[in-house]
C-alpha cells in the first residue's frame, strides 16, 4: 500500500469516502442526518462500510488532545472543520479524527502547548519535510518522521511549509501539524488508528485508546 495524504479535516472525509465508491458500483445504502452545521453520513455495502461524522464538539471532545486556549475552528465553503472518520472494508479497519483552528497566538506559543499536551501518549518527535527536527528521532513505540519509508501515512502532502509534533506509534498517532499565518498560526490535530499490517512495528489489530 502506498502512502497515504491528509491535509485537511475536510479533506479527510473526501480521501476516505473515495474509498467507497466501489461499494456504491455494488449496491449500498446511505444514510444522511444533518444537524445544524454537523453532517453524519453512513454507507453500508456487501464489503462493509465507512461512517463520517462532522459534529465540532463531539470530534473534539474523542481526540484526546485539550482545545488551545482561544483557538477558532477553521472551515471554508466546501470542508468541515473536524471530521470522524471510521472505514471498514473486510479486513481493513481505517479510523481518522481531525480538526483544523486557527489562532492568533504565535505558532511558537501553539507548539509549546501541544507539546506538553501530546507528552501523555509518551515521547514527543519533531517533524519537517519528512525528517527529524532536535531529539528525540523517534518514540519509544517506534513512530519516526518518514512517511515516503514503508506504509506511512502523513497529515499533509507538503510537510516543508509546516511543523509536525507526533506522539505514539505507527499504528495509533496522535499528530500536531503547525502552520505560520501572518503572525498568527494555522494548526490540525489528527488521530490515527491504522490497520495492523500498515504498522511494521505491530501485528496487533487493536488500535484503540
Known sequence: MNPISISKAGSVVTLLGMAAVVGLLAGCRVETNKNGDSKDVKISTP????????NDADVMG??????????????????????NVNMNFGGFQLRVKAASFHSDDSPEK???????????????????????V??????????????????????DDNPKHHLE????????????????DAGATKFGLVVLDLPGKMGSNSESDDTRQ
Not at 474523542?62 to 471530521?83: C, F, R
Not at 518514540?139 to 506504509?151: A, I, P, Q
Not at 509534533?165 to 505560520?180: C, E, M, T
Open 47 to 54: 464489503f462493509g462500510g465507512l461512517n463520517v461524522k462532522t
Open 62 to 83: 474523542s481526540i484526546g488532545l485539550s482545545p488551545y486556549p482561544g483557538a477558532q475552528t477553521l472551515k471554508n465553503d466546501h470542508d468541515h472543520g473536524s471530521a
Open 110 to 132: 501553539v507548539e509549546a502547548f501541544y507539546r506538553k499536551e501530546l507528552k501523555r501518549y509518551g515521547d514527543v518527535i519533531a517533524c519537517q519535510d519528512n525528517k527529524s
Open 134 to 155: 532536535g531529539s528525540p528521532v523517534s518514540t519509544s513505540e517506534g513512530l519516526t518522521c518518514d512517511n515516503n519509508k514503508g506504509n506511512h501515512i502523513s497529515v
Open 165 to 180: 509534533l507526533k506522539a505514539g506509534s505507527q499504528q495509533h498517532q496522535h499528530v500536531v501539524s503547525i502552520d505560520p
